[in-house]
């Protein structure tokens, strides 16, 4: 599995991006996906997680309320809507994929599930 993250950039605090992750392979559909940051000097932590079917989502609590994630699977893509962007939220955004299975539970809230990994995309929120 080769996943591609995009749409990463420079925004103004209170502002808005929308990311990307491109799979490949024809099982995207039964894939868990997760999206992952990681700041400057930070470990990198969770930010939110999407099941297989769609179904079911998981927000870190810092981004309830302001982030989105969704899926397309005709497309095999995921996405995170970011809106009212704040300035902590600058880091490197890596999205993952959980290819064990159409299995849902809360550890998709956590690293522990993710086998694949993309490149991550830079966001950057400026004051």
């Known amino acids: 599995v080769q996943l591609q993250a995009s749409g990463g950039g420079l925004v103004q605090a209170g502002g808005s991006l929308r990311l990307s992750c491109a799979a490949s392979?024809?099982?995207?559909?039964?894939?868990?996906m997760g999206w992952f940051r990681q700041a400057p000097g930070k470990e990198r932590e969770f930010v939110a997680s999407?099941?297989?079917?769609?179904?079911?989502?998981y927000y870190a609590d810092s981004v309830k309320g302001r982030f989105t994630i969704f899926r397309d699977n005709a497309k095999n893509t995921v996405y995170l809507q970011m809106n009212s962007l704040k300035p902590e939220d600058t880091a490197v955004y890596y999205c993952?994929?959980?290819?064990?299975?159409?299995?849902?539970?809360?550890?998709?809230?956590?690293?522990?599930?993710?086998?694949?990994w993309g490149q991550g995309t830079q966001v950057t929120v400026s004051s």
């Open positions: 999407i099941s297989w079917s769609g179904g079911t989502t």
């Open positions: 993952a994929a959980d290819s064990a299975g159409r299995i849902v539970g809360s550890w998709l809230a956590t690293s522990a599930p993710y086998g694949y």
């Open positions: 392979g024809r099982t995207f559909s039964s894939f868990n």
